[in-house]
């Protein structure tokens, strides 16, 4: 992982419990087929958050299958072309419980409201506002949102208008700092949102901690500091 140490200048401070990285195994989900460096659309995913159609694959039925060799697999680009052209490129669900659709629209709504809140940071002149997918790579979370502000006053106006939209459009209750800090973190369960002073969003650079995270295309443009 990219920036897996962070120099400290002599600054003897933790971070809050909720960031330490615990990999596990990639799954199935939002950006599980995509790489760093290329964004995801928040609104492409709003609009299509079961993109991905589940449906049960037929037996084969092309005569091609009998072509194939069992010991050596000539034939076997043959069958699959068939088989393509036959049925189409879809989906095999073994169990046919809808899981990883069940998955999508979760992430979806997750999604929904990780935007909802930058858009509201944004409307407070936030800085320099990213929002990161980070369920293939942390446990506890989906989305991070890592934003700068330049005061405590305007720390604590994205936090109460980001814990209105949670509340009132959601039904999330924010957890974590309930009076502006250097390092100001909201914890919405599967959305996580880290307000930094410009220092110390320098100092702990979470977006290269988090370097194999995906990052999110906003619809709206944000502010450098």
């Known amino acids: 992982m990219r920036g897996a140490a962070?120099?400290?200048p002599g600054l003897a401070w933790a971070p809050p419990a909720a960031v330490p990285l615990h990999p596990r195994p990639r799954r199935a989900g939002l950006g599980g087929h995509h790489h760093r460096g290329a964004p995801l659309r928040s609104d492409l995913l709003l609009l299509q958050p079961t993109a991905v159609?589940?449906?049960?694959?037929?037996?084969?039925?092309?005569?091609?299958?009998?072509?194939?060799?069992?010991?050596?697999?000539?034939?076997?680009?043959?069958?699959?072309?068939?088989?393509?052209?036959?049925?189409?490129?879809?989906?095999?669900?073994?169990?046919?419980d809808g899981s990883l659709a069940n998955e999508a629209d979760e992430d979806a709504e997750c999604l929904s409201l990780a935007v909802s809140l930058a858009k509201v940071a944004s409307e407070v002149?936030?800085?320099?506002?990213?929002?990161?997918?980070?369920?293939?790579?942390?446990?506890?979370?989906?989305?991070?949102?890592?934003?700068?502000?330049f005061s405590s006053a305007q720390i604590e106006a994205i936090s109460s208008k980001m814990r209105d939209i949670g509340e009132q459009q959601f039904s999330r209750v924010a957890s974590?700092?309930?009076?502006?800090?250097?390092?100001?973190l909201l914890d919405f369960g599967d959305v996580v949102v880290h307000i930094f002073l410009p220092p110390q969003?320098?100092?702990?650079?979470?977006?290269?901690?988090?370097?194999?995270?995906?990052?999110?295309?906003?619809?709206?443009?944000?502010?450098?500091q």
Request: aromatic letters at 12%; zero cysteines; proline letters at 7%.
């Open 125 to 149: 002149k936030a800085a320099d506002i990213r929002v990161l997918f980070v369920k293939p790579i942390v446990y506890w979370t989906e989305f991070f949102i890592i934003l700068t502000a």
């Open 6 to 8: 962070l120099q400290s």
């Open 201 to 224: 969003r320098e100092f702990y650079n979470l977006e290269e901690f988090y370097g194999n995270a995906t990052t999110i295309e906003l619809p709206f443009e944000t502010q450098l």
């Open 53 to 96: 159609p589940l449906r049960a694959r037929s037996p084969p039925t092309s005569s091609a299958s009998s072509n194939v060799n069992p010991d050596t697999g000539e034939g076997a680009d043959e069958l699959l072309d068939d088989l393509l052209q036959e049925h189409g490129e879809v989906v095999y669900s073994a169990g046919g």
């Open 176 to 184: 974590g700092d309930t009076k502006p800090n250097s390092w100001t």
